[in-house]
T-cell receptor, first 112, second 118 residues
């Protein structure tokens, strides 16, 4: 089955700096790569996703890149703010209505 | 529109007791999932149901059973609870009728159920 590895497990940045979280996946058939944010005590919520027919996607301060050849994808957060502090999960799946496999999470701390 | 509702929010069990976690969604989603979340382990898939009438094992199915009662409801049962099953459990759903390219894969999570097995 699919295996998703995520690094780093913790990340501390100064407010205003950028943060980068990296993930690799094992199954070359995976074609959908979402990122979820989980604030303390809350449920995970989708913040951005990318499909395999696209190499990069941006939404305001967050962007994702996908390298299908190397089977890795990354989340980039620019101009970080204290409210970005949370646990971020990458994930991978194949097609519609298929199971989603998550990475182990990155705890991001933005220091004011 | 409640989204995904799971009950109970908190439960304490003794080793060997049984219990069922209930999950219901009102978004007409086809697929439903049960995940467990443990510190440093991320979200691990226990079971999923790609569509009404089907269920499949995920990464960590041992000690659990599921029932897809209808399109809305997907329950998770612990027949004989063990301390290793102490965790936060999340139900999720995905897959509207619009298809893959229009966001059918997006998971909507319930608020979570914190289970402690003594």
């Amino acid at each position: 089955g699919e295996n998703v590895e995520q690094h780093p497990s913790t990340l501390s940045v100064q407010e205003g700096d950028s943060a980068v979280i990296k993930c690799t996946y094992s199954d070359s058939a995976s074609n959908y790569f979402p990122w979820y944010k989980q604030e303390l005590g809350k449920r995970p919520q989708l913040i951005i996703d990318i499909r395999s027919n696209v190499g990069e996607k941006k939404d305001q301060r967050i962007a994702v890149t996908l390298n299908k050849t190397a089977k890795h994808f990354s989340l980039h957060i620019t101009e970080t703010q204290p409210e970005d502090s949370a646990v971020y999960f990458c994930a991978a799946s194949i097609g519609s209505y298929q199971k989603v496999t998550f990475g182990t999470g990155t705890k991001l701390q933005v220091i004011p | 529109n409640a989204g995904v509702t799971q009950t109970p929010k908190f439960q304490v069990l003794k080793t060997g007791q049984s219990m069922t976690l209930q999950c219901a969604q009102d978004m007409n989603h086809n697929s439903m999932y049960w995940y467990r979340q443990d510190p440093g382990m991320g979200l691990r898939l226990i079971y999923y149901s790609a569509s009404e009438g089907t269920t499949d094992k995920g990464e960590v199915p041992n000690g659990y059973n599921v029932s897809r009662l209808n399109k809305r409801e997907f329950s998770l049962r612990l027949e004989s609870a063990a301390p290793s099953q102490t965790s936060v459990y999340f139900c999720a759903s995905s897959g509207g009728s619009r298809g893959f390219l229009t966001g059918a894969n997006v998971l909507t999570f319930g608020a979570g159920s914190r289970l402690t097995v003594l």
